[in-house]
């Protein structure tokens, strides 16, 4: 499920597209990549505080490094079932919910698998984008451990698109006019919105294929 994605935009542009101003200093080390997400990485997120709506730099794993897998640290990266305690908690309240920016995001395709475009079947990095967003906002929220903050974004089910290489969920993708929903609204409002991007306004393409166009 959804991993790694990428930001191709830079802040600027992030803080003029999304209404925002800085509410966090924007790193200066070597070791920030904001232009590819992958779990424990930080990543820019748009959030409200108190009535201003700001870039915030966050790590992408809303448990903080507490959860782990085989006995090693394993990210929660994607949160899908919103109604356990542990996380309506946190999405019941504006305050914890965040924009995550996306230029696109990848599944991977572990077996060939048909597009249904006529052409030959494909396997291995699959990256999604928007058509009618060149950056769009995924659903997520966040929290305070310490002195850190940390995210996690919201899937739902999968589209038509997406189906066929990861069936069980996709991210979150938001539309320009419910921004301002999923930062303000209610818990109704939240599940309303836990829903599918339309697949025939995405594309999907392989690492060295040209872009496709679901249909």
């Known amino acids: 499920m959804c991993n790694r994605a990428r930001n191709a935009d830079e802040p600027e542009t992030l803080l003029e597209r999304f209404g925002s101003d800085w509410l966090a200093e924007k790193p200066m080390d070597n070791r920030f990549d904001p232009k590819e997400l992958r779990p424990f990485g930080r990543a820019y997120v748009v959030r409200n505080e108190g009535d201003r709506r700001g870039l915030d730099v966050m790590e992408w794993d809303v448990l903080a ?13 994607n949160v899908r079932t919103l109604h356990l305690p542990q996380w309506r908690s946190l999405v019941s309240d504006p305050a914890n919910r965040c924009l995550i920016p996306l230029t696109e ?9 048909d597009l249904g475009d006529g052409k030959k079947p494909l396997k291995g990095e699959m990256w999604f984008a928007v ?3 060149p950056v769009f906002a995924v659903a997520g929220f966040w929290r305070t451990v310490g002195d850190q903050r940390y995210f996690a974004m919201v899937t739902c ?23 301002d929903r999923w930062l303000t609204g209610g818990y109704d409002d939240v599940l309303a ?12 393409r392989g690492p060295v294929f040209p872009t496709r166009r679901a249909g």
């Open 65 to 77: 490094g507490q959860a782990k897998q085989a006995g090693r640290k394993v990210a929660q990266t």
């Open 105 to 113: 995001f990848c599944e991977w395709a572990r077996q060939p698998t």
């Open 131 to 133: 058509t009618d967003q």
């Open 157 to 179: 089910d999968a589209n038509d698109l997406v189906a066929p290489i990861h069936p069980k969920a996709m991210i979150t993708i938001l539309c320009p006019d419910d921004h």
């Open 193 to 204: 919105l836990q829903r599918p991007y339309p697949s025939d306004l995405m594309t999907v």
